[in-house]
């Protein structure tokens, strides 16, 4: 679908208004019109948006709307990650964990997840939520950590938080998240979790 510019687009590109362009794509997105999505994209990237080149990384990631490039996918994520965006951080640290459209590599993955997660602590707590997949992948961490020392509270709470983060997409129309939203329930469900669904429940009587 070709965008035309009247109305609110017009208006917005005589504001050189990128944060419109961009929101405008994303509701796209949710809708699942992937082409006009990317189209807004563009032109907000082209207008200096930061978040429309990471959410360009993503369209070309996985495919939506265009035919899939993982080369192109980590130019978009690598120009945003330059800006401390924390979804581009994020992706990077996913594609050279698993090697895709990069040589896979375990200490720079870790690099660019851990200053995804940094770049979280700059944010208010509701904010958070929208970064599920950045607080599932540190509660994942956290866990291995718990599993050799025996202390699971940081895991639990991040694990809990993603959860958090992953329903509240889900709500808004970001029905893709409802498989991770699976995962992360279950990793829930493990014992060693236990004690700690059971002090939720106490506080949650008590208030």
Same mark, same amino acid.
């Given at each position: 679908?070709?965008?035309?510019?009247?109305?609110?687009?017009?208006?917005?590109?005589?504001?050189?208004?990128?944060?419109?362009?961009?929101?405008?794509?994303?509701?796209?997105?949710?809708? *699942?019109?992937?082409? +006009? #999505?990317?189209?807004? =994209?563009?032109?907000?990237?082209?207008?200096?948006?930061?978040?429309? $080149? &990471?959410?360009?990384?993503?369209?070309?990631?996985?495919?939506?709307?265009?035919?899939?490039?993982?080369?192109?996918?980590?130019?978009?994520?690598?120009?945003?990650?330059?800006?401390?965006?924390?979804?581009?951080?994020?992706?990077?640290?996913?594609?050279?964990?698993?090697?895709?459209?990069?040589?896979?590599?375990?200490?720079?993955?870790?690099?660019?997840?851990?200053?995804?997660?940094?770049?979280?602590? *700059?944010?208010?707590? +509701? #904010?958070?939520?929208? =970064?599920?997949?950045?607080?599932?992948?540190?509660?994942?961490?956290? $866990? &291995?950590?718990?599993?050799?020392?025996?202390?699971?509270?940081?895991?639990?709470?991040?694990?809990?938080?993603?959860?958090?983060?992953?329903?509240?997409?889900?709500?808004?129309?970001?029905?893709?998240?409802?498989?991770?939203?699976?995962?992360?329930?279950?990793?829930?469900?493990?014992?060693?979790?236990?004690?700690?669904?059971?002090?939720?429940?106490?506080?949650?009587?008590?208030?």
């Amino acid at each position: 679908m070709k965008i035309e510019f009247e109305n609110e687009n017009k208006v917005a590109l005589e504001d050189f208004n990128s944060d419109y362009f961009n929101s405008r794509g994303a509701e796209l997105y949710r809708d *699942e019109e992937y082409e +006009t #999505a990317i189209e807004y =994209y563009r032109i907000a990237a082209a207008m200096g948006n930061v978040q429309s $080149l &990471a959410n360009l990384g993503y369209c070309y990631y996985y495919g939506r709307g265009c035919k899939r490039d993982l080369k192109l996918a980590y130019a978009y994520f690598k120009m945003a990650a330059r800006f401390k965006n924390t979804d581009a951080l994020y992706k990077l640290s996913t594609m050279y964990e698993h090697g895709k459209g990069v040589k896979k590599n375990d200490e720079i993955a870790e690099y660019y997840l851990m200053t995804a997660f940094q770049s979280l602590n *700059e944010l208010p707590d +509701t #904010a958070k939520l929208e =970064y599920p997949s950045v607080l599932f992948a540190m509660g994942k961490k956290f $866990l &291995a950590i718990g599993e050799e020392e025996g202390d699971f509270e940081v895991a639990y709470t991040l694990l809990r938080s993603a959860q958090e983060g992953y329903e509240f997409q889900i709500s808004q129309g970001c029905h893709y998240y409802e498989k991770m939203l699976e995962e992360v329930e279950e990793i829930l469900k493990r014992d060693c979790f236990d004690s700690y669904w059971d002090e939720d429940e106490d506080e949650s009587f008590l208030n």
